[in-house]
């Protein structure tokens, strides 16, 4: 069956770069994806694939029904949206929508996940069970995931595969990870109300300015007194506001970051955590405090079992030399996480590595691609497919 596959991945190899180049050159925004889903429908449509479009709002799903021996679906998750970015990467197919560009390489993974589509389409008749690919809108803002769930994509799904390039992976090769794969990424806005004064006569205020330093201080400082070191934590103040005037003690601040964490008890613990912190040092100084900790999306915790298949899949398919085990977990978010809460799943990290130049990291304007990797993701997760029904 490996064979069969890396045939069809070569005969299909001139038509996936094609369709890769035309969504690279027309990127659209989270939740803005309508050509982009367009164009993906049409694509499955042609393999004979049952097709639901706008479902959450801007995704479409494909169902893939396999010859019914096995009950089980396996789902196949891609991603579609760009990002607001000005491209200067020079190429022949960059972005014609000027300050949008697929920097993160979606336009890759959805790529890969139509050629896994023709691929497995034309072998329906060796799986056993089902596949449903799910192309999903609005990652970059941790927002689509969620919305394909509230439309019941997750219904009667008993495992899911995922992808997503990493230029520091040299193309062609497949990068594995047990356990935790990315952070789990929350929100943090702090409010401290003081009590404006003179700035010559700072003891008639409670300055606010003064107050959040030292939240910020004991913050950090308590990541390292209190938390596990074993547990990865970060807590990043992006944004300060407050005062009106440079000799004006500030009667209030707004604070601003993101918290990133791998471990689950530290996860639900980190509200309670930061509100004892910033109270204690608040009810000190006679300030108040409003907090608001918004959950974003959870740690990515690749399932033992389906790893061990993209692991034999991706050794089987290239070689022991082209699969190369991730030894340490990213901070970086993944929304693929939320369809982790419904069924097993794991996510692979495709190498688009290209030798001999720079690799611009993720997010970058000149970020780049080696279309090697297409067919390298679109036999792995095929091959892995099968695997899963076959053993």
Sequence with gaps: MLTKIKELAENLAPRLIEIRRHIHAHPELSGQEYQTSAYVAGVLSSCGIQVQEAVGKTGVVGNLQGNGTDQRTLAIRTDMDALPIQERTKLDFASRHPGVMHACGHDLHTTVGLGTAMILSQLKDELPGNIRFLFQPAEEIAQGASWMVQDGVMKGIDAIFGVHVFPSIPGGVVGIRYGSLTAAADDLEIFIQGESGHGARPHEAIDAIWIAAQVITNLQQAISRTQNPLRPLVLSIGQISGGRAPNVIADQVRLAGTVRSLHPETYENLPQWIETIVANICNSYGATYEINYRRGVPSVQNDQ?????????????????????INEPS??????????QHAPGSMFRLGVGNPDQVNHPLHHPEFEVNECAIATGVVTLAYAAYKYYHG
């Design 331 to 340: 901070l970086g978010a993944e929304d693929f996480a939320m369809y982790l």
């Design 305 to 325: 079992f389906l790893t061990e298949i993209l692991e034999k899949a991706s050794r089987e398919a290239w070689g022991n030399e082209k699969v190369q085990i």
